[in-house]
């Protein structure tokens, strides 16, 4: 059975970094666009990155650009998000989706097949 577990959340203050890790099991992630995606208290959903299977593409929106990187290891079969400069607003539950086909994980915050349950991350002084 496929699965994503999501990890490496938690408080961090205001400007500080935290690295995400999402581990799969069940499913190769190199066949796989993964992303992820954020959501706030009483927000909706947005997604903050994603990359591609076959050439590592990546996609940030501007809210996130320049300060959050997405990497993959194959090997370990793990994705990272780096998240560097965190504001309070970036408090959230953050989670990792996978998915054969890139526009249902980077065009979409609820389109892909394989979802983690999240981690929390706190970011508050």
């Known amino acids: 059975q496929a699965q994503l577990v999501e990890s490496g959340g938690g408080l961090v203050q205001p400007g500080g970094s935290l690295r995400l890790s999402c581990l799969a099991s069940g499913l190769t992630l190199d066949n796989y666009t993964i992303g992820w995606v954020r959501q706030a208290p009483g927000k909706e959903r947005e997604g903050v990155s994603c990359?591609?299977?076959?050439?590592?593409?990546?996609y940030y929106p501007d809210a996130v650009k320049g300060r959050f990187f997405i990497s993959r290891d194959n090997a370990k079969n793990t994705v990272y998000l780096q998240m560097n400069s965190l504001k309070p607003e970036e408090t959230a539950v953050y989670y990792c989706?996978?998915?054969?086909?890139?526009?249902?994980?980077?065009?979409?915050?609820?389109?892909?097949?394989?979802w983690g349950k999240g981690t929390l991350v706190t970011v508050s002084s």
């Open positions: 989706a996978a998915d054969y086909l890139w526009e249902r994980v980077c065009g979409s915050t609820s389109g892909a097949s394989y």
């Open positions: 990359i591609g299977s076959t050439d590592s593409v990546t």
